[in-house]
């Protein structure tokens, strides 16, 4: 019997690398000849749950759903079209998704990568490594990021939630309140070709009690509101506009 097993792989996506070299996502699909692979279980069109602890075993589908249970344990968890739900308290190392949906549940670990492509990542009271989207939106609140944020167009909103590393964008709009904490620089990178021909900038928010420890650096012209209860640590490129509620 043969099965497909959809394995992410970190490449570079050849029409958003030309908009930032940081940014770059694919999943890569390969063939398997056995029913479930040696490293956890795989699937074309079916869903697959997992209800164990198997931090060493890989889960992947390439249309249907990937879920873990509450308390549930794998290394990579992976899917083309599909949407990922992670447990409360589930842990995996990596997770990647082109189009479907990432969710982290309360108390939720991704130690190093969550990436997607055109789908988007939700999360509360989660802790993960660096985020990565092209065009999806990463939302966040009252969790803990160790990593960098990187983003072509996607909305990246944060709430309550510290992120120990730099946020990169490009188009996609960037929001931080509720206290949030950026401890390294914000950056609007400079967009590439034809990625120029837009009217509208990107906005950048810094809401109630959230602070940028780092720069706002813009190497194209955005549009930068500070709430007056909000610190950072300058700007570079542009001008900010400071707003009360």
């Known amino acids: 019997m043969l099965t497909l097993r959809a394995t992410p792989v970190a490449t570079l996506a050849a029409r958003h690398a030309r908009l930032t ?91 190093e990568a969550v990436a997607t492509v055109n789908g988007n990542v939700r999360g509360k009271q989660a802790s993960v490594g660096s985020l990565t989207s092209v065009n999806g939106a990463i939302t966040l609140s009252a969790s803990k990021v160790s ?31 509720a206290g949030s904490l950026l401890s390294k620089d914000l950056v609007v990178r400079k967009p590439q070709g034809s990625a120029w021909n837009r009217s509208k900038p990107p906005r950048i928010v810094i809401g109630a009690n959230s602070q940028v420890l780092g720069r706002i650096v813009l190497e194209h012209a955005a549009e930068v509101l500070v709430h007056e209860s909000a610190q950072i640590g300058g700007i570079e490129g542009g001008a900010i506009a400071r707003f009360k509620d």
């Open 147 to 177: 990593g960098n944020v990187k983003t072509v167009n996607g909305k990246l909103k944060f709430e309550a939630t510290a992120i120990d590393g730099s946020i990169e964008t490009v188009w996609g709009q960037v929001e931080l309140s």
């Open 21 to 111: 070299p940081v940014i770059a996502l694919a999943l890569c699909v390969t063939w398997l000849a056995s029913p479930f692979a040696q490293a956890g279980e795989s699937s074309v069109n079916r869903s697959v749950e997992v209800d164990q602890r198997a931090p060493n075993e890989d889960f992947s589908s390439v249309n249907g759903s990937v879920s873990l249970a509450a308390n549930a344990q794998a290394d990579e968890v992976s899917s083309v079209n599909g949407n990922i739900v992670l447990g409360a308290g589930a842990q995996i190392r990596e997770v990647s998704a082109v189009n479907g949906s990432i969710e982290l549940a309360q108390q939720s670990v991704v130690r």
